[in-house]
């Protein structure tokens, strides 16, 4: 064993002293070959800056996940993703404006054509209202901060100035990070809430054949159950894929804490950056449609009541189930005649 042990120092030491001269020699030349820059090339110092952005981590006493490392070369590359990126986000959302702007100039706002009949219908409780304005106002605050933080630099500054810009990017910097929690968790209760009518029906494809009607002036519609396609579409996209794809980034983003590399964040940094432009724009068709787009749209979130007119135009199969009695959602009697103005009103030609 002992004999074992020598032999097998004896070569270590010998492949070692094999090894000193060459090493010796390349260091040697290395450091010739510096000399000469310096004769020729005054302070520049190209080859250790190479070895520094090179991202390949050196010594540090400091423990911790890439310590060693003094540049993160892929920070360039982020840097230079997030230009064209924002760009082609910024126009989508700008082709997403001009289209409902143009679509409201030549649709106006979709009436009731129907008369209304002053029965009204629960369509929303208590609970969902509150689970939908929770998330919806966080998730708009969000949306105008990132907005901010995203384009501010090259759309806002020039035009107020640095110190209102300053003033302004700060508060939208803190309300991003401090909103960002809230609608984490508005949005699962949002998701449980609502998810089990918005599972896709085959009557679905008839309202997505024929856009639910909104292209027909003269009132044409497609019976649909308590969401349509487009508010399904909306919910499984938006809500559902965008919206997580946004709580898991912005965490990782907002908390460093958890021991994610420079890497880690830049990654998370740019599909927050894409999945938060892509839910702005289509965030878009549905501010517009519970608001200006659609009369009594906005009432029914407000109130949680529709007038039965409206429901069987929009929503007829569910209309149908509610009046059978087949639907979790019942007509109501006891509704406070300021209820009643303000849905009656919403119907009503603006």
Request: aromatic share 10%.
């Amino acid at each position: 064993m002992t004999s074992t042990l020598a032999r097998l120092a004896r070569g270590i030491l010998l492949a070692a002293l094999i090894a000193a001269p060459g090493l010796a020699g390349a260091q040697q030349q290395q450091q010739e070959t510096q000399a000469q820059r310096q004769v020729t090339q005054p302070l520049n110092n190209a080859p250790m800056w190479g070895q520094v952005r090179s991202g390949e981590p050196g010594y540090t006493s400091i423990q911790g996940r890439e310590t060693g490392v003094l540049i993160q070369s892929r920070g360039e590359t982020w840097r230079e993703a997030r230009v064209p990126l924002t760009t082609i986000g910024g126009a989508i959302i700008a082709f997403v404006l001009l289209v409902l702007i143009g679509f409201y100039s030549w649709r106006g706002s979709i009436p009731v054509h129907g008369k209304p009949t002053g029965k009204l219908i629960r369509r929303f409780s208590t609970a969902d209202r509150i689970a939908h304005w929770t998330m919806g106002i966080s998730f708009v605050i969000l949306g105008l901060t990132g907005l901010v933080l995203t384009f501010g630099k090259h759309v806002l500054l020039p035009v107020i100035g640095y110190t209102l810009f300053a003033w302004l990017a700060n508060l939208s910097k803190n309300l991003h990070n401090f909103v960002g929690p809230i609608f984490s968790v508005a949005l699962p209760v949002f998701i449980v809430m609502f998810i089990r009518d918005n599972l896709p029906r085959a009557y679905d494809v008839q309202w997505i054949a024929k856009f639910g009607g909104m292209l027909d002036k003269k009132g044409g519609h497609v019976p649909s159950g308590r969401f349509n396609a487009g508010e399904k579409a909306l919910f499984w996209i938006l809500v559902v894929i965008l919206s997580l794809i946004l709580v898991v980034t912005g965490y990782i983003l907002n908390f460093p804490n958890f021991d994610q590399t420079r890497s880690t964040m830049q990654t998370a940094n740019v599909i927050h950056m894409i999945a938060g432009l892509l839910g702005i724009a289509m965030a878009c068709f549905h501010v517009y449609l519970g608001t200006i787009g659609m009369r009594g749209a906005y009432q029914a979130m407000r109130t949680g009541y529709v007038d039965e007119a409206w429901a069987k135009e929009h929503h007829e199969y569910w209309y149908e189930e509610v009046k059978g009695g087949r639907s979790r959602q019942k007509y109501a009697d006891d509704v406070p005649a300021e209820t009643r103005s303000q849905v009656a009103g919403g119907l009503q030609q603006s």
